[in-house]
Structures are given as structure tokens and as C-alpha cells.
């Protein structure tokens, strides 16, 4: 996956099937990821440690404005950095962060769900915790 976000476990909380896993992106941005339980007993995950959010570009929808009635996504407000198309999709790169702590996120959008999103434009990425795969 062209996604991979070196973050912190915050806090864990599982039951007999799933497991919510809070990242720490940075200052700012925080995931969350639902994986199995199991997943999580096998990566031996714990609090304060390390781990990468790994997302693929296509579950990485992006917004002009930020979306309403969002409780259980996560949404990043990002900055399109750089962008690249052809005649059906678009792949756009956004910024996480400042320059100190350059972060950046990829998605692949179809031209239909990109239009009026341009170099420089204020966005907002929406990944389903669901599609966050944690490794480490």
C-alpha cells in the first residue's frame, strides 16, 4: 500500500472479535483502525509502541468541505500537494502537516469525485477504520 503512517498506539480496547486501535498521526490528526482481535493478539500490540497505518489510496476518499454526520470515519484536513490524472482517475498527494513534520497521504479518486480540487486546495481525506490494516 502506498500508505504507510508511522504513528502511536494511544489506547486499545477489544472484545472477543475486534479490536479499536487509537493512532497518534501527529500533534493534530489521530486514527482510528477496527482489526480482529486475533490480529491484534498476534502483532502483540501495546500502548506507547509504534505502529504504521497502512491504507490504500483507492480507501482514501478526499472532500472539498468537511463531511457532515462523520462520527465513525476519520477525517484529516490536508493540503493537495501534488496531482497527477488521466482520462478517468486522479491521484492526489496531501499534506499532513507543517514543514518540520512533513507528513503526506495518496488517493486515487475518479476525475467525477475530484472536480474543483486543484494544487494548493484545502481537502479533507475520510478513511473507514475498518480500512486502516496496522503493522509493525
Known amino acids: 500500500a502506498r500508505n504507510q503512517l508511522l504513528c502511536e498506539i494511544q489506547k486499545i480496547s477489544s472484545d472477543n472479535v475486534n479490536a ?4 497518534q498521526l501527529s500533534e493534530h490528526h489521530r486514527l ?10 498476534s502483532l502483540s ?3 506507547g509502541e509504534r505502529a504504521y497505518a497502512i491504507v490504500k489510496s483507492s480507501d482514501v476518499k478526499v472532500y472539498k468541505e468537511r463531511p457532515q454526520n462523520s462520527k465513525d470515519v476519520n477525517i484529516i484536513e490536508a493540503r493537495v500537494v501534488d ?3 488521466n482520462d ?4 492526489l498527494t496531501l499534506s499532513l502537516g507543517s514543514v518540520a513534520n ?5 488517493s486515487m479518486e475518479s476525475l467525477e469525485n475530484a472536480k474543483g ?5 484545502l481537502v479533507y481525506a475520510v478513511i ?3 480500512n486502516i490494516i496496522i503493522g509493525i
Open 83 to 85: 496531482l497527477q490524472s
Open 128 to 130: 473507514e477504520p475498518s
Open 88 to 91: 478517468t482517475q486522479i491521484e
Open 20 to 23: 479499536q486501535i487509537e493512532l
Open 117 to 121: 480540487i486543484a494544487l494548493g486546495s
Open 32 to 41: 482510528f483502525s477496527i482489526i480482529t482481535a486475533k490480529s491484534m493478539n
Open 45 to 47: 500490540l501495546s500502548v
Open 102 to 106: 512533513e507528513r503526506e497521504l495518496v
